[in-house]
């Protein structure tokens, strides 16, 4: 005796009518939306550069130009031209190397015990971090000059740098300390297997492996050290040890403001961090993408 079976019935889907995508956003909504929030934040920088090329005679126009119709190099010129303009170029370099150099450094090895060693306080570590890091930089002002000034450190390139990496070094170490979770602690147990001890295993092994994580906090530490501007303002008494962000301010004087030569200038000194990261962009972007996987 066979068994018959019940004819099935065509599957129908249902009418969503023309281009409707249950489930995803109208994605055109967002674009058009992030298209008008970048140019809202990118028209102060716009009008920036734009006035660093608008000759004198067409800064003060009571008519608004959105294209400069005489294009001039000269307001650049008299800002290299300027007083301590290179001096204070190379305080800024020396401070922002050194500050990046010595947060890669300090919180490298820092981040690598907090994600490898167990030990007493560790968290009580990891909460002093965060705590640092949210202080506000205007409230230590005088408690950092005090102690600088005790151990003969004002006025010194060696000290802004020293303070500097005071408030750097906590986003460094939670930032790599994520990135070295991420590495699978086998690897090293492999190279130390194979006759490395510990400080070989790290630098053969995890320290390659950190490269997108240094290279991000890297940006970060350049990027605070560069724009930085009432610590070296109050640490730094000597107009040739100041740094860019403070050589602006010689373009406002008593007669008035060189609006050419301050755009100018303000270019000038956003134009390296700019390029730096730039050419990190993509590096960048891995490597947040990967410190975000584990920690």
Not at 139 to 155: E, H, Q
């Amino acid at each position: 005796m066979t068994r018959t079976e019940a004819p099935r019935r065509p599957r129908t889907r249902p009418h969503r009518g023309r281009g409707a995508r249950p489930g995803r956003p109208p994605r055109r909504r967002y674009d058009v939306l992030g298209l008008l929030v970048a140019a809202v934040l990118g028209f102060p920088v716009y009008w920036m550069v734009l006035t660093a090329f608008r000759p004198a005679t067409d800064i003060l126009s009571v008519t608004p130009e959105f294209w400069p119709s005489t294009p001039t190099l000269d307001n650049f010129s008299r800002a290299m031209r300027s007083e301590n303009f290179w001096a204070n170029v190379r305080s800024s370099v020396v401070i922002g190397v050194g500050t990046v150099v010595a947060s890669l450094v300090v919180g490298t090895l820092a981040a690598f015990a907090l994600a490898r060693f167990r030990f007493a306080g560790r968290k009580a570590f990891v909460v002093v971090i965060l705590t640092v890091q949210m202080i506000p930089l205007s409230a230590l002002i005088i408690p950092v000059y005090l102690l600088l000034n005790d151990a003969g450190l004002t006025d010194s390139l060696t000290g802004v740098v020293l303070t500097y990496l005071v408030f750097t070094l906590p986003f460094t170490v939670w930032m790599l300390r994520g990135f070295v979770a991420a590495i699978p602690a086998e690897l090293e147990e492999a190279a130390m297997v194979d006759g490395c001890g510990r400080l070989g295993a790290f630098t053969r092994v995890v320290f390659p492996l950190l490269a997108p994580g240094l290279i991000a906090t890297s940006v970060f530490a350049m990027v605070q050290a560069w724009n930085e501007y009432v610590l070296v303002y109050v640490l730094l008494s000597t107009p040739e040890k100041q740094t860019v962000s403070i050589w602006l301010v010689s373009f406002q004087t008593s007669f008035g403001t060189d609006y050419g030569g301050l755009m100018a200038g303000a270019t000038l000194t956003a134009l390296p961090v700019v390029v730096f990261f730039l050419v990190l962009q993509r590096k960048i972007a891995a490597g947040l993408a990967t410190g975000a996987v584990k920690g």
